[in-house]
């Protein structure tokens, strides 16, 4: 089954630390660069980390600094560390392919919630 599962989300203080995990088939993962996306109440979905297969990173300039993506090509897992949290980070995360004009699986995944408040 062709399918993404994202996990780690929750409710962590201002400055806290989160990492989140994807877990993709196959046939969405291989040879593909991936990434984390995140929608706000309210907002468009944009894009927060992108991971390339060689493993070349890109990362929105809001996260930048903070963030790190990372990937298992062995496992199909994507990581996303996520560091000194701020409430603007507030959001459901969803991975898919993505970074470097890739166009994402058109099948999205239910997502993870990440409130960040005190």
């Known amino acids: 089954q062709v399918q993404l599962v994202e996990s780690g989300g929750g409710l962590v203080q201002p400055v806290g630390s989160l990492i989140l995990s994807c877990t993709a088939s196959s046939q969405i993962f291989s040879f593909s660069s991936m990434a984390w996306y995140r929608q706000a109440p309210g907002k468009e979905r944009e894009l927060v980390a992108a991971v390339a297969s060689g493993g070349r990173t890109n990362y929105a300039q809001s996260v930048k600094g903070r963030f790190t993506i990372s990937r298992d090509n062995v496992k199909n897992l994507v990581y996303l560390q996520m560091n000194s949290l701020i409430p603007e980070d507030t959001a459901v995360y969803y991975c898919?392919?993505?970074?470097?004009?890739?166009?994402?699986?058109?099948?999205w995944g239910q997502g993870t919630q990440v409130t960040v408040s005190s």
């Open positions: 898919n392919r993505g970074g470097w004009d890739t166009t994402p699986f058109p099948s």
